[in-house]
């Protein structure tokens, strides 16, 4: 609960969470039982190979100072795989978690929308130039936005399992909403893409053609709606036009939003072709990135940009071979629970788009979102299956 209500809070209040968390199963360990059930789960053993790949670059890195930055930050990749395992909730406990995370992100939406409020004709114009409305997670309006992404699709679970089903309707529409205001492409193309699964499931599996269709309708529509009731959205789909103008015709700056992750992209490849098979490790990761953006002249304005793509990341730190080990690693996660339940399917369809076009694990929040939910749902299910 710490952890969650930190997610707004700030990062030191999600760091005690964690620590509470983990000091609570230390408590209530029963090592042999925890340890047979954690290799037994190979999704948990996956999750910590994932951790052991960044963790195994220290013998190529030279910054170890930064590599030791980095490390830490996947350590959640380590201890919550195995922590998770000594839980033994009941049901409800896991759907309190699931409301209770939902609630944080009506609050941190309502905050949002408030800064939208007081400064809205100068937000606005800022949209224009690819900037946001301010968020939480320290105005990171991408993870932001993939963890409203998440809300809703807690919405949408609670509604197939008709619980209050009047209210998680409205919360779903009022944060659905707010994605189509802060107009980010990445949550919105995840936004998308479960409203499109949910589509499928309520034609193919539950053969509720009538309301399958309607709800591809609604899906149609909603960004011709709000590109005529929303100024944010209508400002970044010009803008995005824009920015699609200047990548076709060759006219890329680090600086500018889309533009700047070609670049990103093309410099990181670079790097990869010279460290073709074990990359340059998470420790020298930054500092390769910005030797090759002088070297190429860049103007980035200050901040280095890692090549927005989770994948293209792991390859630059790992190469060839620990993007290889950590592909086998997303697929074997993805086979193992996809059709385990839908909180899972949807879940994990949602994490699909920002791994494209985002490094996600860079950050705090971006490792939190993923991890902490995912082993809580893969719990949710163990502990109490639905047949």
Sequence with gaps: MVFIIGLLAGRAVMSIGMMLLIGNALINLNIKETFRSFYK??????????FMLYAITYFWSANTSYYSSRLQLMLPFLALPI???????????????????IGVCVLGVSWSIYQYAIDRDAIN?????????PTPFMNDHIRFGVAVVVGVSFCFQFLKEKMFQWLFGFLAFALIAYLHILASKTALLALYLIIFYEVVVLILKKKKVIWGLGA???LVLLPVLFFYTSETFRNKMYYTQYAFYEMFNDNTQANVSDEGRVVSYKTALGIVK???????????GLDEMNKSYAQQDIDVNGKTL?????FLYVALISGLLGLLIFLFACTGIVLQNFQQSSWLA??????????????FFNTQYG?????FFFLLLRRKEICNPIF
């Design 274 to 284: 010279n460290n073709l098979l074990l990359g340059v490790g998470i420790g020298d």
């Design 216 to 218: 591809l309708a609604i």
């Design 367 to 371: 490792v939190a979102i993923f991890i």
């Design 41 to 50: 789960d190979r999704s948990s053993v996956l999750l910590v190979g994932i």
């Design 125 to 133: 114009a800022a949209y224009g130039v690819s900037k946001s409305i």
């Design 306 to 310: 890692f090549p927005h793509n989770q």
């Design 346 to 359: 949807s879940f994990l369809l949602i994490f699909l788009v920002p791994f494209m076009v985002e490094a």
């Design 83 to 101: 922590v998770m395992h000594s839980i033994r909730w009941e049901r409800k406990w896991f759907d309190y978690l699931a409301m209770l995370f």
